[in-house]
């Protein structure tokens, strides 16, 4: 057990340190504000605060832990031997910066919730994010500075135990938005795809669309038959997330009476773990939507439905976290961004999500997720799946997770020779 003396035992304080001990590094923690315990105690302690007792192991504090609400913070970059960090201390620290505040900044996006520059739908720009400017999107910074951390530990603490050699896991998520691109769809959309490719002289979409129609080709969204074969040997079981929602003006979904949608729902539900793909309507709409999504699906599936995630934000992280709280979710899967490959909170660890706007942990687990299919789409001959092959092998921690999120559409037969599709099959072996 580690013992931390520090001169106020603040919720922020105690969300982060029970993380990267307890969570990251599976060991127990404790806090103190009483220097004779602190002294007494015979085993592992360090202390947190501004000045140092003595000769302890000792991390000057940065004040944002001890602190409420959101403040404008000036990040200035400085480097750890080769990591860049910040919220640089004094020379009496054991570090050059105070880890824990900047792992809470980055873990808690802080930085989203400040008055910076929004995107079109209002919502945090990735080229905002002090990850993107100073080019460690890439890298799980977090767990780096963890690992090197815990180094530094185990050479004043003899008794700490090692690491576990636990390789990182591979993680895969299928989306599936439509389970059928043309067949069983209603006859309106049938004759709306039609006009459509044809006034776009798309004369391809319209062969593949009659060739879906005369049974000469398979529906390229319909994988679902060919997942048996892909996965059966492979290291790795996807996690497959079905969006079970009516269309809206956002987005065109299939019907829920549909009983071929539905089969492919209950097929897939016996082989592999299930989750939601909360619509655009279940965001905006929480209280309407959102709880008759996750009731219809549980309806159908026979299952609790604990894990969601969404394709495409349309509010911000801190709200539809509190929502998917409020509606009993325990797992959400949408840490990332769309188009750009990296750790979108500098991590690949998954951790509870920590409310800045009533300083409280929410007990919603979330999982980053580094690659979306849209950014695994823009490397050539698969050297996207490249980098995340490097970038796996770097990974310091056994807790760590490398996640990437694809469509049904993605896993088509049609694709198996196809540079990307060679990439995911090595990626999940």
């Avoid at 307890?22 to 592992?44: D, I, K, R, W, Y």
């Avoid at 620290?93 to 929004?118: I, N, T, V, W």
């Avoid at 390789?167 to 006859?187: N, T």
């Avoid at 929602?245 to 019907?255: D, G, R």
């Amino acid at each position: 057990m580690l013992l931390v003396y520090t001169h106020k035992i603040a919720p922020r304080l105690s969300y982060i340190f029970k993380h990267i001990f307890e969570n990251m590094l599976n060991l127990p923690v404790q806090f103190t504000t009483a220097v004779e315990a602190f002294v007494a105690h015979s085993g592992p302690k360090m202390s947190y605060t501004f000045k140092p007792l003595g000769d302890e192991f000792f991390i000057a504090a940065h004040p944002l832990l001890f602190e409420r609400g959101i403040n404008d913070i000036q990040i200035v970059r400085s480097d750890w031997e080769e990591l860049p960090c910040f919220f640089k201390t004094v020379k009496e620290s054991s570090l050059p910066f105070d880890l824990f505040a900047a792992s809470f900044f980055l873990l808690s996006r802080y930085e989203e919730m400040g008055p910076q520059l929004k995107s079109e739908k209002g919502l945090f720009d990735a080229k905002q994010s002090i990850a993107l400017k100073e080019d460690f999107l890439e890298q799980p910074l977090i767990d780096l500075w963890v690992f090197k951390l815990y180094g530094l530990m185990s050479e004043v603490f003899a008794d700490l135990p090692p690491l576990s050699k636990k390789k990182p896991q591979k993680k895969l998520i299928v989306d599936v938005p439509l389970a059928f691109k043309y067949s069983h769809r209603s006859l309106l959309v049938v004759i709306e795809l039609f006009f459509k490719a044809l006034i776009n002289f798309d004369f391809l979409a319209l062969y593949k669309q009659l060739a879906v129609y005369l049974r000469i080709e398979q529906d390229p969204y319909d994988t679902f038959s060919s997942w048996e074969d892909l996965f059966k040997n492979a290291a790795v079981t996807p996690h497959v997330f079905f969006r079970y929602a009516k269309s809206s003006i956002y987005e065109t979904n299939l019907s829920i009476f549909n009983h071929s949608f539905q089969y492919r729902i209950k097929q897939t539900g016996d082989f592999y773990p299930l989750g939601l793909l909360l619509s655009a309507q279940a965001q905006l709409k929480p209280d309407q939507q959102m709880n008759k999504e996750k009731r219809d699906f549980y309806q159908l599936t026979r299952r609790q439905v604990k894990c969601c995630r969404v394709q495409f934000a349309y509010v911000p992280f801190v709200q539809l976290y509190k929502e998917l709280v409020a509606h009993e979710f325990t797992e959400d899967f949408s840490m990332g961004y769309s188009g750009l490959l990296g750790f979108r909170a500098s991590t690949a660890t998954p951790f509870y999500f920590y409310d800045l706007t009533n300083e409280v942990q929410l007990p919603l687990k979330v999982a980053p997720v580094i690659a979306e299919e849209k950014a695994l789409k823009k490397g050539k001959k698969a050297a996207v799946f490249n980098k995340l092959e490097t970038i796996y092998e770097n990974l310091p921690l056994p807790c760590n997770e490398l996640i990437i999120a694809v469509s049904n559409g993605f896993l088509n037969k049609k694709r198996q020779k196809a540079p990307n599709f060679i990439a995911l099959k090595n990626y999940i072996k």
